[in-house]
């Protein structure tokens, strides 16, 4: 590692030789994984439009810096940045192209990720607060913000707009997943319990012309006019841990629902959810699972620390998650792969 290499030269001048090359490598190696400049430039690339201004092609930064309303030189600096983490490429000096690693931040990408991981300030703000949480085992974001995620959204709609576009990048690829993975023309009739603006639905719709869905949502989530482009779509608003879900349907989905919530209230929710099913119909649980093992992806403990810091939940084990369906009169069946893990519950 020349930087490295560099570094440790300049240690021997200043300190002398009480520290090793490898120290400073590890330190460099320490340093790009706490690393908080990447996300804040992806994100500004993103809102700039700038994967979107390279699809076509590669592009001169002056040339690039026009079209897209930037100062050039600053422009050159951002683009140089995320080079070095394979998002762009300086294809010849100052002419940059967006490279494979990118691609997912165009708008137009089947699984487009150019609104799902964007460092929403009150979820910076809660990470921050970490400490609180580990100390606590209570969700640093109440304690930042004095109040839960459920009421923020709740009372701050711009902030609730961008949360919306985050979730609705996610479910995109999540939805064409699930419609894939599932025996979806066997069914008649499903509800999408939490289901945010219907994106998953209106994708089940779109591909079986049999189906018939019904959305479950809190009332100021459901009033959207846009929810609806389905005449087989129906929307039911309501709090899903207290009010009357729909009933009778055969199929019945919580999609990055449970793992949001400590154990007791997903207790509640099942209750209800079962009450509403009739015996033999079946739940679809998606969200990530933990695994035993050295295959546990970094991913799932990374979800995992921001369900604790957010909204005060937990990734939980597939064995985990049967107790408490078990708790809730449900038997629990198969785990199939989708985008995102699934069980499969059927109400007893």
Known sequence: ????GYLWER?????????????VELAQELSDLIDLITPFAIQAANELRVPDALAAGPLPVERLADRLGCQADALRRLLRTLSRKGIFDEVEPDVFALATLGQPLRSDHPVSLREANLPWLPFVMSLYQLPHSIRTGRPSFDHVHGMSL????????????LFDRQMRSISGFEAMSLAESYEWEAVRTVADIGGGDGTLLNVLLSRYGSLTGTLFELPHLVSKESI???DRLSVAAGDFFVDELPRGREVYVLKRILYGFDDTKVLALLGNLRRAMEPGARALIVEPFTRAGADDPYFTHRVDLLMLAVPGGRVRSVEELGALLTASAFETGRVFASATPAIEARAV
């Open 1 to 4: 590692m020349v930087r490295a």
């Open 11 to 23: 240690t021997r001048e200043t300190v002398g030789l009480t520290m090793t090359r490898s120290d």
């Open 150 to 161: 459920w009421e923020y959204l709740a009372a701050n709609p711009r902030d609730a707009e």
């Open 228 to 230: 609806v482009d389905d």
